[in-house]
């Protein structure tokens, strides 16, 4: 688990908040995991479903392939849209509660650190996912260039920093 770490202690350290840039490559390389887990959770979740229909365990009515029951039902085109997007906000959150990074931000050096007393709760890391708005939140770190803070960071009582290179190493975990 990560420690909380107090705005008086984050202050005498001589962390910098992320630039727009550096967020902005570690967000690319994070979308290229996010699609890739996306696509393995599609997969899984496709292949259950010809299995049912292969065996009876789905009706495909008046289909004569399970590809075409999938695509005319909106209902389980809507439960495969759920499951996949459910398996990529569990990426962002599982990396963010159990390390404060996740791999682009890992490759980029940027970590996530609690700015409130109070420890940061998977309701908290929710709400700042949601407050991301996809990306479009850590905009905001262009206007506010004096304090670089994004719109989940201020929602979420968190902030991005730069480590350095050792602070980075697994070994100082």
């Given at each position: 688990m990560f420690s909380v770490v107090s705005k008086s202690k984050l202050q005498s350290t001589s962390f910098n908040r992320a630039s727009f840039f550096k967020r902005l490559l570690a967000m690319i390389y994070d979308t290229l995991v996010a699609t890739a887990v996306a696509m393995c959770a599609a997969m899984?979740?496709?292949v259950t479903l010809v299995v049912l229909f292969h065996n009876g365990g789905l009706d495909m009515g008046e289909y004569s392939q399970p590809s075409e029951a999938i695509q005319a039902s909106w209902q389980i085109k809507l439960l495969i849209q759920v499951w996949v997007l459910a398996w990529v906000m569990g990426f962002f959150l599982w990396f963010w509660k159990r390390g404060g990074q996740t791999i682009g931000m890992r490759a980029w050096r940027l970590k996530i650190y609690n700015t409130k007393e109070t420890p940061i709760t998977w309701g908290r890391l929710i709400l700042r996912?949601?407050?991301s708005l996809g990306g479009l939140g850590t905009l905001?770190?262009?206007i506010d260039y004096k304090h670089k803070q994004s719109l989940q960071d201020r929602v979420a009582g968190t902030e991005v920093l730069q480590l350095s290179k050792n602070q980075n190493d697994h070994k100082s975990w």
């Open positions: 899984v979740m496709i996912l949601i407050a905001l770190v262009l």
